[in-house]
Each structure stands twice: as C-alpha cells, then as structure tokens.
C-alpha cells in the first residue's frame, strides 16, 4: 500500500458492533423507531397462473383494525418499464403461485393477519408448468447469464479430442432448489413524507446496499433517487437474497401510500421468503474430460442447465470459472435455460461457482481415480501457466501452494486411494479434497466515500456500504485508520444509509474493494488538500478511480478444502468430522471475522451438501418444505471440526488494499470435497446433492 | 380481544394491554419495544427469540403472551450475573461467535438457560450417564443441546468456544 502506513489492517480485532450484538441492541429493520406505526400482511394467490376475477374485500376492511385493503385496484401506478419483479399489483395477471396479489394493513399485526385471511380472491386458473428436466421442450440458450457473462465458449474440438482420449469420464450432477434463509427475514418499513407525487419516501430496509436498493427503487415509483431514502445499519445476513430489493419492498411502499403518511411494518413471514426473496435454481450439469496417459487434461466440456422464471430470466454463471481452472487445450462450456411458472430465481452466496464447483470438483476427482492419480497432484499436473481461455497472466495464484500446504497441515499423506479400505465400528470413514476458485467481479463502478476531519484529530469516514455479518463496519475502519495515518479508535464510520456517499452493495465479495478504494482515494484527496492537521469540518468527498487492471490480468481468490467424513454403514448417515480449508486471500485485512467468513462459507457448503433441497410441487407450483423444520440448514449438532486458514498473500492488481474477495470463497468447492469423502468412504458417488442418507443404501 | 397483563422485562414491571392473539415475542417487539429477542421463524423453529422465563429458556414466539402474566422474562440485554450474562457476552465477542448478530441473542440466552440445565442435571440426547447430577458439557453435548439455535451465518465453531470457555 504506496505512501499508506500499515498499522491497523491485519490486526484481528473485535467486531465494533459487536457490543450491539451480543446485547440485542442493535436495531435491524423492523426495530428501527418509529412513529405511530401500521402492520402489513400480505394476500398471495393460491394458484400458480391465470387471472384475477374478483376480489371481496368487505369483511376485511369491516374487520376491528384494519386501516386500508390493498389491491391491485387501489395501488398506485408504477413504471411500465419497470423491472417486472417489481412491478406488482399493476394488474389482474398471475404469474406464479404466491405472488402478490395485495395486502391488509391494520393497527396491529394481529389484526393484520387476521383480516387478509378474510379477504376472498377468485381466479381463472390456467394451465401452469414449474417441471424442471434436461429434455424439456422449451430449453433455451440465453443471450448471456448473470454478471453479462457469454452464455458459451468454444475451444479446440472438444469431441475430437475426447474420442482420442487415453482416458474420459463422463457424468450428470445435479444440484436441488435452493432457499437462503438468513436468519433475518427479508423487512421494510416504509413511510411517505408530503403529498403523493412531491413526497418522499423513508424505507428502513434489510438489504446489502442502501444505495442499489435506492438506485432500483426509485424508478419503478417514478420518482427522483433523491426522493428515496434507505436506512439499514444492521443487517442480518442477505447470502444474495438482500442485495436487489425483491416485491415486498415495493408492497409495502403501494400500502404506505394509501395510509397519509404513517409507517407500514412488513416483516415477512419464513414462508413467504421461501418464494418473495428470491432462490438458487436448480441445476443439472453434465462434465466431460479427456486425460492422456500422463493424466493430462485433453479436454474439458461443461455444461449447465437451470431452471428460470418465465417472466423474469435470471440463470447462473454456472460454468464461468471453469473457463479460468484448468489446463486443456479443447474446451467447450455452455448454459442453458428451462421457463417456468416460478418467481424469480437470484445470485445465492456465490452464484455460479457454488453449483458448477460441485460439478466440476467432483468430476475431477474422478478422473483422477479414473488415471491413478492422487487427487492434488492431478491437480497440479494440470495448473495452466495462463488463464485458459483469455491466454491472460494472473494477477497472482497460489492454488497449488493452497493444495499443497493444505495437504500437509491436514494430514493428506499417505491416503490410500482405494475407497472404502476404512471403517470404525458401524462408521465407513473416508477422505476427500476439492478446490476453490472465486473471481474478481468488477461490476459497479462510482463507490463514493467521505472524510471528515473532528475534533481532537478525529476523522468520521461516511459511506453506504453494508454490514451483512462480513465484518465492514470493523474492516473499513481499520483500511480508514491506515489510509489516514491514524489509530483506529480515532476513526468513527458511518454506513448502512442511502443519505451517505453512494457505494456498491455487499455482493460479489466486492464490497471491500470499491469500499475501501473509495476511502483511501478520500483519504489521500484530503490529506493533498488539507494537510495532516486539517481543521474540524474540512470534509472531501471522492469517486473510488477505476481499476486499470480489468481485463488485463486474471484476478482470482483460490482455495482448497480437504474434508474427513463418516457413513454410518447401517444408516446412510453423513456426517463431516473433519473440514479443513487453505486459501488465497491476498492480503486479510481483519483476520478474525475473515475467518469467520470463510468457516461461514464452508459450513453453508456442508449444508448444502448434506442437508438442504427445496421440493416443489408441481401441481401447485410452490415449495413445499417452505419452513426451517423441513428444509433444513445446518444445525450445530451437524457441525463438527471446522476451520479456515489461508497464505500470507497480497495482490497489487485487485485493490489499493491487496485484498481478495472473502465472503464467497469459503462455500466454492466445499460440497465437492464432502462429496469425494464420501465416495472415499463408500465407494458410492453421489452426484445429486443433498447427499441424504438413502443415497448411501444399496 | 383485550386483556391487561404485567410481565416483569429485565427486571422491570411492564404492564401492558394486548390483543390476546399475540405472542409474548410480539408483546416484548410490537408492544414493549424490547427487541433483543429477533424473529426468525414465529414456529418454533430457529431459537432466534429465545428468552429466559422465570429462569428457563423457551422460545417466546411459541407463548402466548396472556399466558405469562406475573412472568419474569430475561433477555440478552438484561442478562446478569446469575445467569453468566457477562462472561457468556464476552466470550461470544472474545470467539467472533456471530457474523449478522440476529441469532446471537437468542444463542447467548440459550446457552444461559443450558448452562443451567446441565448444572441441574438435565440429561441430553448426546448423555451417556443418564443418572449424574450434574451433566459435563464436552464439544458433543454443548452441541446438541445448542442445535435448536440455528445460525445462517455459521458460527458455530465460534459459538461452540464461547461457551465451552464460560462451562468451565
Ligand atoms: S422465532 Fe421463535 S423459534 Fe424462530
Ligand atoms: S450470526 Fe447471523 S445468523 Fe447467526
């Protein structure tokens, strides 16, 4: 870090809101004071397409407490080119099972609840379609999937070079539907301030990034962003699903302007999140690899199908990094889509590579068998000197350093290839690895940070980054203090609120970068300008430069999990009882909550393998299991010796920082790794995840 | 309709009028502005409103609140020294034991309540001597008797050193 005094980042300290927390202090969306408030339960149709034919209200707006039915009839007119999540009660038309079709808002939530239950919709049904399937007649290319990636890449010829292969695997994964379920549910608080049409709106909101939410909002009312003020401090968590506003938030804003003013509460319930906040598609994935007798990749096809929303697309990068992994000189990826009657898939902890890693890491470790390969060193034995596709440097790699170390302090040598050579009672135990890979995404550029100087040689640093449980509102102090040449309890942050300098939401583990290039730019602009002893109230405010890098080197975080697992040979039981993760990080600017992060990622990555599948029924269109007794995430009991180191590293290319992406990169690989284990273990390879017990009963 | 009931919050008297639908979760968010208990399920299902009621821990969506009239509900807030309250806080800030913080007052009163089943001798799952007076809280016990507490974030090995530093 050029002309920046190294003192605070690096150090593990202690979460700053971290007081808050453990207190239950801290005040999430719905905890947010204000005056006079209403609640907000929502009506969701009960089928999965057709028309609105009529609505009864009567009984529910006679009902004690109730303030106003919202309705399609009575909501306010939105942008006709707003985007069509967003664009609800705007008309008679149903497009997915549970979708909005209004709302009652009450005095209390009770009351609330009570009278939607008394409102009676009657619909004309038509013929819907949620099945999901490789040979579905309606499968389609997309012109490019998300983060503007090319649905395809061609190289070589992939079928040649696999007819002529010493060795080839061919194979089906799959991966289920998905649901993220932070613990938080998705929560607005809306209220409008002056007459319709002058007024503006204050939306205390659980989202990853005021300013997106703000910026997405504001022209689907057809209003100002300035009009638009979006306050959340404190989060608790998003994975994905808090980073676009989904259709409560626009609910709540239609109700609140039939109320002359008065706050609308909308929490929602944990079911209605299972189909408002948005999911991961399910996934059906196919790879193939060519290997010569030295077990050398001669070939590399991966290809994705996911499931998409017939009126909104959103489908996964699922095969993206694959393009940058391994060497082959013959390559070929693809995505492709099914249209559904569902609501709106979105990016999940990971979008992408969560999926395609467990395609693409389990295939791998078959072909190593399939050669005779240890699995790390067939790994190595395949390390490209360039990235593949683009033929562009990286910026920095330490991939095989990652395998390698990780091996070593994981106790890897020495493993008998051979599944099932090990057992312990009624337990079958088995080892297995799979590497991480994670890209830079430099999406939205024009972060915006400010520098103020204080009192007493204080500085308050201001922007409308968010703290979703990463850790910001610690880490951006400590870049902060650095960057000014000052100790860290001299710098007092401001975040979590659209009135700041606008920022980049907390996605694509890209937070930190836009974030903190935006401070230390301030921070540089007000030292240039002002001096080292500025006085109270000089303030600067200033645009984090672009990245002159992008698109000249291949930017990267890596990592490889190494997992040691039991199958109960009698129950098909799973459990992880080791899960060992190494990584390249660049540099770590808070070691304790980067930890944190990655064993977060990890274990959401045990979850998913083991535990978590959506099921939707298709004669109804809905999930089913839409509750945290049946769809299951991981429990402490299913979580056993986790943890998460990584390599001293900084990478000049990503950021001023040296800092790689954290928030994502745990979860990449971790399901694969458990998967290898429990072939490891069993001899029998599951490639549908979840890997449920009676998959290992044959 | 309406009753009028007192509940004792943190150690304050807090009369309060309620429809008699609602859960003692929503009296202490909605109607007594006590927000350290969080919602994350209102079935019972994620142990994020877990509160402490007259010393046991009960997660408070699943209650009725007229049914807790004359109750003394502790929170994470109001924690105090009976029930480890400091030492549990400071640990889970010592071990990172959260990352967005929602479970984290529900996981800090459970394991309160916890610490004083095993004391009692409250047998578990995971429990080999079924008849001891006091139970050992190993790593397998302390996660077994933590698992109705579900945290997104994943901080259980965090979580996990938390508490296993105030149970010794
Ligand atoms: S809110 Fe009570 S257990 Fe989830
Ligand atoms: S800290 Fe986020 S759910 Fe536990």
Redesign the pocket.
Same mark, same amino acid.
């Given at each position: 870090m050029t002309g920046v005094a190294e003192r605070a980042v690096g150090a593990p300290l202690v979460r700053r809101d971290g007081p808050l927390k453990v207190t239950g202090r801290a005040a999430y969306a719905y905890e947010q004071p204000v005056a006079d408030p209403l609640y907000l339960f929502p009506i969701e149709a009960t089928v999965a397409r057709g028309r609105i034919v009529s609505i009864d209200a009567a009984a529910a707006e006679a009902a004690d407490g109730v303030v106003v039915v919202l309705t399609h009839r009575n909501a306010a007119r939105l942008a006709p080119d707003a985007d069509p999540e967003l664009r609800i009660l705007q008309d008679d038309v149903i497009r997915f099972r549970n979708q909005f079709v209004g709302a009652v808002v009450a005095e209390t939530s009770e009351a609330a609840r009570y009278a939607a239950g008394l409102v009676r919709v009657e619909y004309e049904e038509a013929p819907h379609d949620v099945t999901f399937r490789a040979d579905h007649p309606e499968l389609y290319a997309p012109e490019s999937v998300n983060a503007g990636i090319a649905t395809d890449s061609v190289f070589g010829d992939v079928e040649m070079a696999l007819a002529k292969a010493h060795r080839t695997i061919d194979h089906v994964y799959s991966t289920p539907l998905e649901h993220h379920n932070?613990?938080e549910p998705h929560t607005t608080v809306a209220a409008w301030h002056g007459e319709d049409g002058s007024g503006r709106l204050t939306l205390h909101d659980s989202n990853q990034g005021a300013s997106t939410a703000r910026s997405m909002l504001a022209p689907v009312l057809g209003i100002a962003p300035e009009r638009v003020r979006v306050i959340s401090p404190y989060v *608790? *968590?998003g994975f994905g699903s808090k980073a676009m506003p989904h259709a409560h938030v626009v609910l709540a804003v239609l109700a609140a302007r039939l109320v002359g003013g008065r706050p609308v509460k909308f929490a929602m319930s944990r079911r209605q999140t299972f189909t408002q906040a948005s999911h991961r598609s399910p996934q059906i994935q196919r790879v193939r690899l060519g290997a010569d007798r030295d077990g050398r990749l001669t070939a590399i096809a991966h290809g994705s199908i996911a499931q998409t929303s017939r009126f909104k697309e959103f489908v996964e990068q699922t095969t993206f990094v694959t393009r940058s992994m391994y060497a082959a000189p013959n390559r070929s990826t693809t995505h492709r889509a099914v249209p559904s009657d569902v609501s709106v898939p979105g990016i999940f902890r990971a979008p992408g590579e969560t999926p395609g890693f467990f395609a693409l890491e389990s295939a791998m470790d078959e072909m190593a068998l399939a050669c005779g390969i240890d699995p790390v060193e067939f790994r190595v034995r395949n390390e490209p000197e360039r990235e593949p596709e683009t033929g562009l440097p990286f910026s920095s790699r330490d991939y095989v350093a990652c395998m390698r170390e990780g091996a070593r302090r994981f106790g890897w040598e020495g493993r008998d290839p051979a599944p099932g050579g090990t057992r312990a009672g009624e337990w079958l135990i088995g080892t297995g690895m799979a590497g991480c890979a994670y890209p830079a995404y430099f999406l939205r550029g024009g972060t915006q940070a400010a520098v103020e100087a204080l009192p007493d040689g204080r500085y308050r640093v201001d922007i409308a980054a968010a703290d979703i *449980?990463t850790g910001a509102w610690t880490a951006l102090a400590q870049v902060s203090a650095d960057a000014l040449g000052v100790p860290v309890e001299d710098v007092d942050m401001a975040i979590g609120d659209s009135a700041l300098p606008p920022a980049a939401m907390a996605g694509g583990s890209m937070g930190m970068t836009f974030w903190g290039t935006a401070i230390i730019e301030a921070a540089r602009v007000l030292r240039e300008r002002f001096g080292e002893r500025p006085e109270p109230g000089a303030r600067v405010t200033a645009t984090a430069p672009d990245n002159p890098h992008v698109g000249k080197v291949s930017m990267h975080a890596y990592g490889a999990h190494f997992a040691e697992v039991r199958v109960n040979a009698d129950t098909g039981e799973v459990r992880v009882s080791r899960l060992l993760g190494m990584f390249d990080l660049g540099r770590v600017i808070n070691p304790r909550t980067t930890r944190s992060q990655l064993i977060g990622g990890m274990i959401m990555g045990l979850s998913m393998a083991l535990h978590e599948e959506g099921v939707r029924d298709p004669r109804f269109g809905h999930t089913v299991n839409c509750d945290l007794a049946q769809y299951h995430i991981a429990a402490h009991a299913d979580v056993e010796d986790v943890d998460a180191i990584w390599l001293d590293g900084d990478d000049r290319y990503y950021n001023p920082m040296g800092a790689k992406g954290v928030g994502e990169t745990g979860i990449v690989g971790a399901a694969a790794a458990i998967a290898n284990a429990a072939h490891h273990a069993t001899g029998i390879r599951v490639r549908d995840l979840p890997m449920t017990p009676e998959k290992f009963l044959r | 309709m309406e009753a009028t009931i007192t509940l004792r919050v943190d150690g304050e008297e807090r009369p309060v009028s309620l429809d008699t639908r609602t859960s003692l979760l929503d009296a202490l968010r909605e109607r007594l502005g006590v927000n350290a208990p969080k919602k994350g399920c209102d079935h019972g299902q994620c142990g994020a409103c877990t509160v402490l009621v007259d010393g046991r821990r009960v997660t408070s969506c699943l209650l009725l609140a007229v049914t807790q009239d004359g109750a003394s509900v502790v929170t994470a807030a109001g924690l105090g020294a009976e029930a480890e309250g400091e030492p549990l806080r400071r640990a889970f800030l010592d071990h990172d034991g959260?990352?967005?913080?929602?479970?984290?007052p529900g996981?800090v009163c459970s394991a309160a309540g916890m610490l004083r089943e095993a004391r009692a001798g409250h047998a578990s799952h995971v429990t080999a001597d079924l008849s001891a007076d006091e139970i050992p809280l190993d790593d397998a016990e302390i996660r077994e008797r933590m698992s109705g507490n579900?945290?997104?974030?994943g901080?259980y090995p965090n979580i996990l050193a938390a508490i296993r530093e105030v149970a010794r």
């Open positions: 932070p613990m *608790g *968590g *449980g | 959260f990352q967005c913080g929602y479970c984290t996981q579900l945290c997104r974030c901080a």
